[in-house]
Structures are given as C-alpha cells and as structure tokens.
C-alpha cells in the first residue's frame, strides 16, 4: 500500500485521490498504471515520433481529469513483460500500483491470495454501478456472460476483481504455401511423425501456455467422448483443460519432451511473430493478437506473403487481460481511468494500436471492424458477430468478409461462436503450481 504523509492525505473533488509529496508538488495526485509493454495507445508511431496532437490515452485520461475537477493529476505508466514478473514486483514490494493488468489465471490467483480490491460489482444483478457505466453500456455481452460465469476459489465471479481488456484465443499462426488447413488445426500435428512436421513449430516460454497444447493431447480419448450438445459440454471441457493431478503432469511433461526432440524449432515469448514472418519456422503458437501482428507484417514486407491463424478442432484457450486494483489501490482515481477507457472511442484507438480484440463493442468498435475487414461487391462470406456487439450497436452485426480472406486477420480477432464454445479459461493451478514449475524446468532443459 502506498505510504503518504498525514500532511498530504486530501481528498480531490470526491474521488478519493491523495495528493502527492511537495517533490511532487506540480500535480495534484499520481495514478500508478502497470500495464503490459505495448498495450495501449501511445499517440506516437514505432519510432517514437508524436502522430497524435491530443496524444495517447495516458495524457487523454489526464486532461479528462483535469477538465471534470479543475485538478492535475500524473499518471506513472509503467509495464511489465510477463504475469510472473509483474506479480513478483508487487509480492516485494517493489511497485505499488493502482491499476494493474493481468491474465485470467493470475487474476484468480491473486484475487484467492487476497491481494486485490474489489469492483463494485453486484453478484446478483451482474452490474457494475454507475462509476463503470461505459463498461456496462458497452462491454460485448459475450464476454460480460462469460466472464461472469467463471469464478475465482471464494466463488465470485472474475468480473468482481476485473474488467475485462483484451480478449483473444490461442491457436497457430502458419504459412499457408507449406501447410495446408487440415494439417494444422489440430494439436495432434505436434506430434506427427511425418519429417515434414520436423523442426517447424515453435511454442511459447510459457508453462501455462504451452502446457495447453500438451493437454488436448494427452487427454485427446476423454476429451473426443465428451458430447458437444450437452449443456454443460464447456463446463466438462474446462474441468479437463485446467486437470493438473500428479499423473497428468507427468503425460504432459512425456509428451513435451517428445514434442521438443521431432517438431518443436524452439521457445519463445515475444520473437515467434516475428520469426514466423522470416519463415525461419512455418508455424508459431501464438496468441491470437499476436498472429494479426504477423499477418499484417507479412503483408507489409511483402504484399504476395500469406500468413494464416487456426483455431485447433479440439478446443483451445480463450483468455482475457483485465484491469485489476491491488490492495492499498486508489480505487475511486482506479475507476475513473477504467471506465475512461472503455469509452468505445477510447477502447477503438488501443484496438487500432494494438491489434488485439477489444473487449469493448459499441458502434466504434464496429466502425473499425467494418474498415478493417468488410467489403462492398465480389465474393465474399456475411458473417453475424451478434454474438460480441448484441444491442451495443444500431442494426444487426453483419459483415461481409471477403471469402479468400477467411481464416486470417478477420477470424483471429472475431472467431466463430462454435469454435470459441471449445474454448477454456485457465485456472490457477493452485497448490500443484510449484509440481508444474518443476515438471517444465526439466521439459526446458531436456
């Protein structure tokens, strides 16, 4: 929790802000933003240069604040590269934020640890008040469901320790010219024994990323007897997707290493979006964001080289980036930057930026879809996303994509609803975590 002088300790126009040290003394108040790298928009290009003369949300936020009370306030944005690192720096101590962004599981992790503040979510109504009205007038009503339904260990919902960012799934990003469709929807493809499959895969650094893909292999039989009709077939999915017994440890650290010495090239984090473009491997694990990135660079270094994204048949992992407040967190300042961010317009000019899938609808963020992806005239495929806009927009949510573009940016970023219904939420791993670390030390150094 931060630590300020009783001096200091004044309230700014009802929000609930304390005013900084007189070192300090220009601004009224500091909100300590720690986000991401490269998750926001910046108002500036990849060089740094200023492209936006109102500058990016930080600075927007700033003078939002300081046209509604009359007073300054500095946000101290600072990022971090993986879940890990950032919850490292807050158990030590050596950052105190007030708004932090991190993944699904680590979001259950921390809020079981008790080391988040809660939104003012009401459980039975499942809204948030008016301090978050853009989020409840605008968020996708797919996500609000969905993410309403999934519960952290006390038995509340995600969404009374988050509001949701970014979304997106996991898949493979893939050069079309060397695998066909069929080949590389499946996580099976990882273990083929065809040489054509050598040395051509790269997976992410990640242990709960990449521990996914071992999982629908290894438990492929008890997940192929599930019925999908059933309504609780998610549910029965979900419950195999995060199993982490002594036994399935083992089969998947097996089949790791089995996976490592045939088709795997090698880990990653960052550089896979890149290295796929090069065409130093022909198929990237890759968040879906991520894999836009790639298309989009591809096409930029040159306009005749495809890239593709699939969805493995199986199932994989849908995940969400949400907007946390730690203990001790300014949370009135917290929530003002929230829902200041999940105005639309706001929520369209990250999506611009960053090239993940907003968690927010409403009619900017369908303006930006149409002027990404949708055509007037030649063959092409109307696809209903009523699923994510519902009522956020005027009319239906039709969009006509062209047909040769299927299965590229579009459907990265907006997947159908039948292949995000075999979709998980990770879960925290719990009191297994340090039984998982283990088993991935020794699939790394194998």
Not at 253 to 275: C, M, P, Q, R
Not at 352 to 360: A, C, F, K, L, N
Not at 389 to 400: L, M, S, W, Y
């Amino acid at each position: 929790m931060k630590k300020h002088s009783a001096l200091f300790l004044i309230p700014l126009l009802g929000l609930g802000i304390t005013t900084l040290s007189s070192c300090n003394n220009k601004y009224d108040a500091k909100l300590v933003v720690y986000n991401w790298e490269d998750y926001i928009y910046t108002g500036t290009d990849e060089l740094g240069n200023i492209i936006d003369e109102e500058g990016g949300i930080v600075e927007r936020f700033e003078k939002y604040i300081s046209e509604k009370t009359g007073k300054k306030i500095k946000v101290d944005y600072q990022t971090f590269a993986t879940n890990e690192i950032m919850y490292q720096q807050i158990s030590l101590g050596s950052i105190s934020p007030d708004l932090i962004c991190p993944s699904d599981y680590m979001i259950q992790k921390m809020a079981n640890e008790d080391m988040l503040e809660q939104f003012p979510y009401n459980e039975e109504t499942k809204q948030y008040d008016e301090s978050l009205s853009n989020w409840s007038n605008y968020g996708s009503p797919y996500i609000k469901e969905r993410f309403e339904k999934a519960k952290v260990q006390n038995g509340k919902s995600f969404l009374t320790y988050s509001v949701p960012y970014f979304w997106g799934t996991m898949g493979f990003t893939y050069d079309p010219e060397y695998f066909a469709e069929e080949e590389i929807s499946t996580w099976e493809s990882l273990w083929s024994k065809d040489s054509k499959f050598s040395k051509q895969f790269s997976l992410k650094d990640s242990m709960r990323d990449t521990y996914v893909a071992a999982i629908f292999h290894v438990k492929k039989d008890q997940i192929a007897a599930l019925d999908e009709n059933a309504s609780d077939y998610n549910e029965q999915l979900t419950a195999i997707f995060n199993s982490c017994d002594d036994a399935t440890i083992a089969q998947v650290e097996e089949a790791l290493i089995a996976a490592k010495k045939s088709t795997v090239y090698g880990f990653e984090v960052d550089d896979g979006k890149e290295e796929i473009v090069k065409g130093t491997y022909h198929a990237n694990l890759a968040w879906s964001g991520d894999s836009v990135y790639s298309m989009d660079s591809a096409e930029e270094g040159n306009p005749a080289k495809y890239l593709s994204y699939a969805l493995p048949k199986e199932g994989s992992n849908i995940w969400f980036d949400g907007w946390c407040m730690p203990k001790g967190a300014q949370v009135d300042l917290a929530l003002e930057f929230v829902n200041f961010i999940s105005n639309p317009e706001n929520a369209s000019l990250c999506m611009d930026h960053v090239g993940y899938t907003s968690s927010i609808a409403g009619e900017a963020i369908w303006e930006l879809a149409n002027e990404w992806y949708a055509v007037e005239g030649g063959e092409s495929d109307e696809v209903d996303l009523s699923y994510f806009f519902g009522d956020t927009i005027d009319g239906e949510a039709k969009i006509n994509v062209p047909t040769e573009e299927r299965g590229r940016q579009f459907d990265a970023q907006y997947p159908s609803f039948e292949q995000i219904k075999k979709c998980c939420i990770m879960q925290d791993f719990g009191s297994q975590t340090s039984k998982v670390e283990e088993m991935w030390k020794r699939v790394k150094v194998a």
